[in-house]
């Protein structure tokens, strides 16, 4: 479960971790509804598209995974219920989000937390930061996300929404 945001190398680290306990995976990109702000800059359909070639980049088998958006409610009590119905059925939860765990937890689910890969810079902030920036930023996705963010127009959006366009 994760914004994905962008997704990056941390993101497939956990997946394929999650992957090596459980046979099939379902991935929720949470956040759905929201696209072109600085937090959340890509629409749901762009962040599924990522996803899917960062998992091929990262040789995961695709038929082992269920990508499903689901938008948020902005009611804590209820977001289970709400992951429950979008999703097939799960027994086991994988997030490092503190207020997941427990809301998961809190309704019976098994809750796992990935082991952290590189937390210093393989987090969207950083990464969005560092494209408004023009830092290095590439090597923390896989290198067809980094291809779609450039060929899509992801990377001007970032900073266009930052207001730091390159418009010279």
Not at 39 to 57: C, H, Q, S, V, Y
Not at 104 to 121: I, S, T
Request: some cysteine; charged content about 30%.
């Amino acid at each position: 479960m994760g914004r994905f945001q962008p997704p990056h190398l941390g993101h497939l680290h956990a997946i394929k971790q999650a992957l090596e306990e459980c046979d099939e995976l379902i991935i929720v990109i949470g956040s759905s509804q929201y696209s072109h702000t600085f937090e959340n800059p890509f629409t749901a359909g762009e962040r599924f598209e990522m996803i899917r070639l960062m998992l091929k980049d990262g040789k995961v088998d695709l038929s082992k995974v269920i990508i499903i958006p689901v938008p948020d409610i902005g009611e804590h009590s209820l977001w289970v219920s709400r992951i429950e119905s979008y999703c097939p059925r799960f027994d086991v939860v994988y997030t490092n989000n503190p207020l997941v765990q427990r809301l998961f937890k809190e309704a019976g689910y098994e809750v796992k937390e990935p082991k952290l890969y590189r937390r210093d810079v393989e987090m969207g902030t950083i990464i969005r930061q560092r494209i408004v920036e023009g830092d290095l930023w590439e090597d923390f996705v896989s290198k067809s996300v980094a291809e779609y963010l450039k060929k899509s127009g992801g990377v001007q959006r970032l900073k266009e929404i930052f207001g730091r366009s390159d418009r010279s």
